[in-house]
């Protein structure tokens, strides 16, 4: 999955957490204290295509900023039915989605989408900023 559906950032890599990294006196970096949940693309040179996790009743990340003509995939990576159904008379309608499917929505007009699973409305609340 995409880096940016990760919802959390990754304190390892370059040796941080290793022996290697030990071994050349180099000091592992504290544990991350929270998950981020939101996520920005609206740089110039951002990407046309962002992916969006569901797991264990959530959207991941949860708020996720995008230039305008972004294409955004929500992947049901849960064990359960899902659905991503933006609120009022908003345009995202996925349908049901089994575990393993997708829905796309590529946004090409500024605003904020506020979005939620039709089965589990209460606790998966998400939206999308498009700028």
Request: proline share 7%.
């Amino acid at each position: 999955m995409a880096a940016a559906t990760a919802g959390a950032v990754s304190m390892l890599g370059a040796g941080y957490g290793s022996d290697s990294a030990q071994a050349a006196g180099q000091q592992a970096p504290p544990a991350a204290a929270a998950v981020v949940s939101t996520v920005s693309f609206n740089t110039p040179n951002a990407p046309s295509a962002v992916q969006v996790g569901i797991v264990d009743f959530a959207f991941s990340p949860s708020t996720l900023t995008v230039s305008q003509g972004t294409t955004v995939t929500w992947t049901n990576d849960g064990a359960v039915l899902h659905s991503v159904k933006s609120d009022g008379r908003g345009p995202l309608h996925s349908g049901p989605l089994s575990p393993g499917e997708s829905y796309s929505f590529r946004f090409n007009s500024p605003g904020t989408y506020s979005y939620y699973c039709c089965f589990h409305s209460s606790v998966m609340l998400a939206k999308v900023i498009v700028r």
